[in-house]
């Protein structure tokens, strides 16, 4: 059984910043790629940042620059360090991690609970 444990979400003002956590624990084999992805209410859900288990980051157009994906590899752990936020990166934002169970050696895409973001003065 895999579980995440996502933290860091909140309100805060236009401008201001948030780091995002998502550890992930339970029976895991091994772990490839991380990320975040962002689901806004009446939107599709996007992909907002990835990472590799080897460092290789992948980001939304309009987040580059202001956001930025990390991991420690050791702790199963991502992070999105969020600055300059805008009130549209308000959303519902989501961990995602391509993972192994221990069960089925079986590479598969596992999902946090997600974690509300709000951006408004």
């Known amino acids: 059984q895999v579980q995440f444990v996502e933290s860091g979400g909140g309100l805060v003002q236009p401008g201001g910043s948030l780091r995002l956590s998502c550890a992930a624990s339970?029976?895991?084999?091994?772990?490839?790629?991380m990320g975040w992805y962002r689901q806004a209410p009446g939107k599709q859900r996007e992909l907002v940042a990835t990472?590799?288990?080897?460092?290789?980051?992948n980001y939304l157009d309009s987040v580059k620059g202001r956001f930025t994906i990390s991991r420690d590899n050791a702790k199963n752990t991502v992070y999105l360090q969020m600055n300059s936020l805008k009130p549209e990166d308000t959303a519902v934002y989501y961990c995602?991690?391509?993972?192994?169970?221990?069960?089925?050696?079986?590479?598969?895409?596992?999902w946090g609970q997600g974690t509300q973001v709000t951006v408004s003065s």
């Open positions: 339970g029976s895991i084999f091994g772990i490839d790629a």
């Open positions: 995602n991690a391509r993972l192994q169970p221990i069960a089925t050696k079986k590479f598969a895409d596992y």
């Open positions: 990472i590799t288990s080897g460092g290789s980051t």
